[in-house]
């Protein structure tokens, strides 16, 4: 469980993180145009919409890292820095998998919304949680069983 656990909080961590320092700098760099009247409310906007999305891809990258045997029995230094690595690269895997299910997800953004979302963020989680368990059961580790 100890994997499951610090393995979703290094995820979500590390796939927060690129869109966090994308503000900063955005909001240090030399301005293009006026000032923004509220970058607190900017930062808010960017917390709530960067916490939305990568809470539901760390839902679907848990949920396939907490039901594998695989995962739970890998070494926790490990389980957390594979776990990082593939939050790093949630951004880019996000659009990859959203492209992909594009097609049944855009017609419930009319009829549920909240589904909607949820999925076109889980859903590349998902896919990231079970390439993990692939790594996972395919690279065993060291220690004996």
């Known amino acids: 469980m100890r994997n499951t656990l610090l393995g979703a909080i290094a995820f979500l961590l590390a796939a927060f993180a690129p869109g966090l320092a994308l503000w900063i700098l955005a909001m240090v760099s030399s301005p293009v145009a006026p000032p923004r009247p509220d970058p607190t409310g900017d930062?808010?906007?960017?917390?709530?919409?960067y916490g939305a999305t990568n809470g539901f891809r760390t839902l679907g990258f848990l949920l396939p890292t907490a039901s594998s045997p695989a995962w739970r029995r890998w070494p926790t230094k490990r389980a957390v820095i594979t776990a990082a690595a593939l939050g790093l690269t949630s951004p880019i895997t996000s659009l990859l998998g959203l492209a992909?299910?594009?097609?049944?997800?855009?017609?419930?953004?009319?009829?549920?919304?909240w589904l909607a979302t949820g999925l076109s963020s889980g859903v590349p989680g998902l896919m990231l949680g079970l390439v993990?368990?692939?790594?996972?059961?395919?690279?065993?580790?060291?220690?004996?069983?």
Do not use: C, E, N
């Not at 930062?43 to 919409?49: A, D, E, G, K, R």
């Not at 993990?132 to 069983?145: L, Q, Y």
């Open 43 to 49: 930062l808010l906007m960017v917390l709530i919409y």
């Open 100 to 113: 992909l299910i594009v097609k049944w997800v855009l017609p419930m953004f009319h009829w549920a919304p």
């Open 132 to 145: 993990a368990v692939i790594i996972a059961r395919f690279w065993p580790s060291s220690k004996p069983a």
